[in-house]
């Protein structure tokens, strides 16, 4: 047992202690899977019910509890759009990634995505969406049928 690490927990230092574990934390955090993770599980688990719940408990009128509505919605496909668009197809690795990705539940995120942008007419995020998701569906139609 190493006594330095226990009472380097304890410690008032305001430098933060570097481990492996946060070296191997921060090369996740640039990796495409993190990307295409957090882009699809943030629209994927968008949920309307849990949010219609809460708005209809404040005390405002119809058009207030609307406005938030559409408010989360923005703030969760932008919030969503702002990890893909970290993306860089143009990077070996990005690429190499994107043509084995299988993730099914990323092409429905995708589509949600592109139906959103598109009805908020923001069609460079639709180009880029498109984009990426021509990649997926290119390695979906790789993989041998069942």
Same mark, same amino acid.
């Given at each position: 047992m190493n006594l330095d690490k226990i009472f380097s927990m304890f410690s008032d230092a305001t430098e933060a202690t570097k481990t492996k574990y946060t070296e191997n934390i921060e090369s996740f955090h640039n990796h495409p899977a993190f990307y295409l993770g957090i882009f699809h599980k943030l629209i994927n688990r968008e949920d309307?019910? /849990?949010?219609?719940?809460?708005?209809? *408990?404040? *005390?405002?009128?119809? &058009?207030?509890? &609307? *406005?938030?509505?559409?408010?989360?919605? =923005?703030? /969760? =496909?932008?919030? #969503?759009f702002s990890y893909l668009s970290a993306l860089n197809i143009h990077h070996p690795e990005h690429l190499e990634y994107l043509l084995t990705y299988t993730n099914p539940e990323f !092409?429905?995120? #995708?589509?949600? #995505?592109?139906?959103?942008? !598109? %009805?908020?007419?923001?069609? !460079?995020?639709?180009? =880029?969406?498109? !984009?990426?998701?021509?990649? /997926?569906? =290119?390695?979906? *139609?790789?993989?041998? %049928?069942?």
């Open positions: 309307d019910i /849990t949010l219609q719940i809460i708005v209809q *408990n404040l *005390n405002v009128d119809e &058009e207030t509890q &609307e *406005n938030i509505k559409e408010m989360s919605t =923005f703030l /969760t =496909f932008t919030q #969503a !092409e429905k995120a #995708a589509l949600r #995505a592109l139906d959103y942008f !598109e %009805s908020t007419e923001e069609y !460079e995020k639709c180009s =880029f969406i498109k !984009e990426v998701l021509d990649y /997926t569906i =290119f390695s979906l *139609n790789k993989l041998p %049928s069942k």
